[in-house]
């Protein structure tokens, strides 16, 4: 078999994201229901250097767990450090530009393409290339003076991420940012966040296909029903000898 080996010449270094007894419940939507668990106890790191892939089945928990780590959702326990800090404890506006979110939809700004490339540049007084930008994510230039409301669904998810990754983030939080995309177009994302990875910089990447998780990650965390099944090497996870629960979680896949 063999083994994805994409990012050998890089060393992990510190942790940059970690958390513990990582808790949501949320109030149950029936009378006579008790409370819903959506993530139970979960605990885990990330570190500089590393792409580690977040599976599991629909409603799992995947894109909850995600919002946590900037603060798009509290957790009801728990605790999660960036580089070392309670993320509670930093402002807002700053774990966002670190720790950048992409989500299935992104939202788009009222107004053009550039207008939305700029808005967080200019918050942060940053000088960039707009038309750069769009090429490194494989849409065109001439996008940039047109509406955003006309982009479909692929483009606008590769706006998005060239909009966070100009403002320098270190941490990408990347939920299934090639759900909308074509074979083409995923592997230009997939070898642009690779080439944007370096050992002070992560991904944290929810993705459903097992096979994107295969090319990219260095590490592959499992959840299921809001509980973290395994946190193992890529090479093991797709090795004979994962563990069981792995292995249904593939079959079915296949199925
Ligand atoms: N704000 C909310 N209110 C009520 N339930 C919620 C809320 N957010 C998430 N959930 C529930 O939490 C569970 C986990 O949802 P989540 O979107 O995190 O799963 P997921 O693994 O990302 O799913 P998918 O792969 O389908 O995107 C689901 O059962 C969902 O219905």
Request: proline share 5%; hydrophobic share 40%; aromatic share 8%.
């Amino acid at each position: 078999m063999s083994t994805p080996a994409p990012y050998r010449t890089i060393s992990f270094s510190r942790s940059l994201l970690q958390w513990s007894q990582l808790s949501l419940t949320l109030p149950s939507e029936q009378k006579n229901e008790n409370e819903r668990r959506i993530l139970q106890n979960l605990q885990g790191l990330v570190s500089g250097g590393e792409i580690v892939a977040l599976l599991g089945p629909s409603g799992s928990g995947k894109s909850t767990l995600l919002k946590m780590f900037n603060r798009l959702l509290e957790p009801t326990t728990g605790t999660i450090f960036y580089q070392g800090q309670k993320i509670e404890e930093m402002a807002v506006t700053e774990l966002r530009r670190q720790v950048a979110y992409i989500s299935q939809q992104p939202y788009l700004f009222p107004g053009t393409v550039a207008d939305n490339l700029a808005y967080g540049a200019d918050l942060w007084n940053l000088s960039y290339d707009g038309e750069k930008w769009l090429e490194k994510v494989n849409l065109s230039p001439t996008l940039l003076l047109q509406s955003g409301e006309n982009l479909s669904g692929g483009e606008r998810q590769r706006l998005a991420l060239a909009r966070s990754l100009l403002l320098e983030p270190t941490l990408l939080l990347l939920d299934e940012p090639t759900a909308a995309l074509d074979i083409h177009s995923t592997a230009i994302i997939e070898g642009l966040i690779k080439g944007w990875l370096h050992q002070d910089r992560a991904v944290l990447w929810v993705t459903h296909d097992p096979g994107q998780a295969k090319r990219v990650a260095h590490r592959i965390l499992l959840l299921a029903e809001g509980t973290l099944q395994c946190d193992l090497s890529t090479e093991v996870f797709f090795s004979p000898q994962a563990p069981e629960v792995v292995q249904s979680f593939l079959t079915v896949k296949e199925k």
